[in-house]
């Protein structure tokens, strides 16, 4: 039974540091390609970043150069260190999988970030 659990959510001031993680089991996850999502009240799920099976990241503009992605295959778990936190990276932040070209089809629970100012 594949599962994605995240953690690491929580309550921070604007300016402030939050790491999500994101463990994986019941699949060969560490072969997947893994990525971040958000999703605010009111609005959709968004990308956020996503890192390729071998470690190459990728950033959705809004939170790069404050956004870190990483994944350790070992232990089939993937982070999101998230620095210089804004109110509007406010949302229910959710882990993703896909295999090879696919489309992201594996989810997580999600987790709740809020920024307050």
């Known amino acids: 039974h594949e599962q994605l659990v995240e953690s690491g959510g929580g309550l921070v001031q604007a300016g402030g540091s939050l790491r999500l993680s994101c463990a994986a089991s019941?699949?060969?996850?560490?072969?997947?390609?893994m990525g971040w999502f958000r999703q605010a009240p009111g609005k959709e799920r968004e990308f956020v970043a996503k890192?390729?099976?071998?470690?190459?990241?990728y950033y959705d503009d809004s939170v790069k150069g404050r956004f870190t992605i990483s994944r350790d295959r070992g232990q089939n778990t993937v982070y999101l260190q998230m620095n210089s936190l804004k109110p509007e990276d406010t949302a229910v932040y959710y882990c993703?999988?896909?295999?090879?070209?696919?489309?992201?089809?594996?989810w997580g629970q999600g987790t709740q970030v809020t920024v307050f100012s």
């Open positions: 993703g999988a896909r295999w090879s070209d696919s489309s992201f089809n594996y």
């Open positions: 019941g699949r060969a996850f560490s072969y997947f390609h």
């Open positions: 890192i390729s099976w071998n470690g190459s990241p």
